[in-house]
């Protein structure tokens, strides 16, 4: 399936691969994602706190099966399992600094899944925003364009490297220089609902939604700065439960999978 909403500049990224959904124009045959991983994949949801290299590990072999596919993957992780810039937890902190404590936390995210995934085989870059050249690599677009298509796999950490901007939409900014066809918005849920899943079991589950719907509904998808960018330039978001075993697998070979949000 191609998607049919109007092309941007995808320099480095080939033509669509894989299988397509009957009868959805916004659900794209992918060749090159990019997915959002939040804090929340990085910990044990016990403790609610830190990094589980068991949850790690987990995260890195579901995305290793969907790399052996041939698809090129890119990953914007969050750092809220060890410190939110806007929290509770930064009460009384410079609002710009804990915005960089925050970036700070992505790194250590980052690092810990290219650790977990290079166990698993798979060659990895860590790509930030803030420079720490012992680390990781600064972010260089052309360069992480060149790892794409070599076949590793590109971790972006630090945000956008400014305060005030979440790592959603730093997910927006970096899939739209790296010519992803969509991002694909890992959560605990099965997708986008009315009301909060968990609080309402009767809640419903959207299965396609305009940018528009998402704005004016409120609805926690990702923040209005990231909504937005992705309307302006036509790309595609898929939110979807990373936690149950196989679905990003079954999500990029086109099956019916989490909540589209597109031009319909």
Known sequence: MKVTEPSRDTEGAGAP????AAGDPCRPAFKRV???????AFMDSRIGYGIDTATVRSVAEELVEVHALGIQLALVVGGGNIFRGGSESARGIDRATADYMGMLAT??????LSDALEKEGVFTRVQ????????????IRRRALRHLEKGRMVIFAGGTGNPYFSTDTAAALRALEIGA??????????????????KHPDATMFSTLTYLD???RELEVMDATAISLCMDNSLPIVVFNLFKRGNLRRLLLGEDVGTVVCYK
Do not use: F
């Open 181 to 198: 066809d969509a991002i694909l918005k890992a959560t605990k849920v099965e997708g986008v609902y009315d009301r909060d899943p968990v």
């Open 34 to 40: 990019l997915v959002k991983l939040s804090g929340e």
């Open 214 to 216: 998402v704005l004016n």
């Open 128 to 139: 930030t925003a803030i420079t720490m050249q012992e680390v990781a690599e600064p972010h």
């Open 107 to 112: 790194v250590m995210n980052a690092l810990a």
């Open 17 to 20: 691969a894989g299988g397509e």
